[in-house]
């Protein structure tokens, strides 16, 4: 397996610029996340999916767009990339699915990472 | 507002002496509290999950407890390989957002 992978590791904008952030995973987990991590400022979530077509916000959300369309896929957009963006990105998943008729929540798996500058 | 306070922000250890780092938590029901360990330019990679007050785990020389109010991870014996970011994280009920704490840096002198 690979776990969880994302493209690019490095990135650089111009303000004003989109793109989009690729995250995939292949432990058929429900559960899917992105993150942001300044200094000093610990993971932050953006967005999150616990399944295929379900998507919600999290704490800073502004400035993106997710979407799921698929188990294994979960795409962060910049639509307008701002200096306030700079960071590293994180994606994450996890099994929702209980163990042994128990409904447990289960450790997320992290990407490498993406670390993006915009000028 | 669910909270993750972690303490100290920064630790340093010289190999063989052990401590302990702190998690404190505010949430309104507790579905699970995460320990993470998170190298320089990785991703965070899973240590523990705890579930409720008084479980504890162990994994070679860390070993996480928990109470109603704070978790706290001892590292017994550290060795310079141990010298990392310790990621404390909870998960509260009637949510699926993950609230992370600022983390502990941790360094091992040999």
């Known amino acids: 397996n690979a776990g969880v992978t994302q493209t690019p590791k490095f990135q650089v904008l111009k303000t004003g610029q989109s793109m989009t952030l690729q995250c995939a995973q292949d432990?058929?987990?429900?559960?899917m996340s992105w993150y942001r991590q300044d200094p000093g400022m610990g993971l932050r979530l953006i967005h999150y999916?616990?399944?295929?077509?379900?998507?919600d916000q999290g704490e800073v959300p502004n400035g993106y767009n997710v979407s799921r369309s698929t188990t294994e896929d979960f795409p962060l957009r910049l639509l307008s990339a701002a200096p306030s963006q700079t960071s590293v990105y994180f994606c994450?998943?996890?099994?929702?699915?209980?163990?042994?008729?128990?409904?447990?929540?289960?450790?997320?798996?992290f990407g490498p990472g993406t670390r993006l500058t915009v000028l | 507002e669910d909270q993750v306070t972690q303490s100290p922000e920064a630790l340093r250890l010289q190999e063989g002496e052990s401590s302990s780092l702190n998690c404190s938590y505010t949430?309104?029901?507790?579905?699970?509290l995460f320990w993470y360990r998170q190298d320089p330019g990785k991703g965070p990679e899973f240590l523990f999950t705890l579930y409720s007050a008084g479980e504890e785990k162990e994994k070679e020389r860390l070993k996480a407890t928990l109470t109603k109010k704070e978790s706290f991870l001892h590292i017994t014996a550290p060795k310079p390989e141990d010298s990392a970011t310790y990621l404390c994280?909870?998960?509260?009920?009637?949510?699926?957002?993950?609230?992370f704490g600022t983390g502990t840096r941790l360094k091992v002198l040999a």
């Open positions: 432990m058929n987990h429900e559960y």
């Open positions: 999916s616990v399944g295929a077509g379900i998507t």
């Open positions: 994450a998943s996890s099994s929702l699915e209980g163990r042994g008729g128990s409904r447990f929540y289960n450790e997320q798996f």
């Open positions: 949430v309104s029901g507790l579905r699970g």
């Open positions: 994280a909870v998960l509260s009920s009637g949510t699926y957002k993950y609230i």
